[in-house]
């Protein structure tokens, strides 16, 4: 089991910054891949970033150039950076972590963005 707590959500105005952290514990040893997905009120949950193992990353079109992945895997954490944040961002994020076999999601953190 892997257990999964997020933290760093909350109100910003349009164009400003919060950096979301996703701190992992359990047998995280089975884990190859971590990432921040998103759902909006009404909408599907949707993939923001990913972040292998070896460190490689993939992000949504949506937040290209404005939103930043990384993980400390002495701490065993993952971030979102993420910066000129819009109105359209307002969701709740989710920690996921997963390979082929497990996945786990974390309890969320809302993110709102004033206009």
């Known amino acids: 089991q892997v257990q999964l707590v997020e933290s760093g959500g909350g109100l910003v105005q349009a164009g400003g910054s919060l950096r979301l952290s996703c701190a992992a514990s359990g047998s995280i040893f089975s884990i190859n891949i971590m990432g921040w997905y998103r759902q909006a009120p009404g909408k599907q949950r949707e993939l923001v970033a990913i972040?292998?193992?070896?460190?490689?990353?993939n992000y949504a079109d949506s937040v290209k150039g404005r939103f930043t992945i990384s993980r400390d895997n002495a701490k065993k954490t993952v971030y979102l950076q993420m910066d000129s944040l819009k109105p359209e961002d307002t969701a709740v994020y989710y920690c996921?972590?997963?390979?082929?076999?497990?996945?786990?999601w974390g309890q969320g953190t809302q993110v709102t963005v004033s206009s």
């Open positions: 972040i292998t193992s070896s460190g490689s990353t």
């Open positions: 996921k972590a997963f390979s082929v076999t497990v996945h786990y």
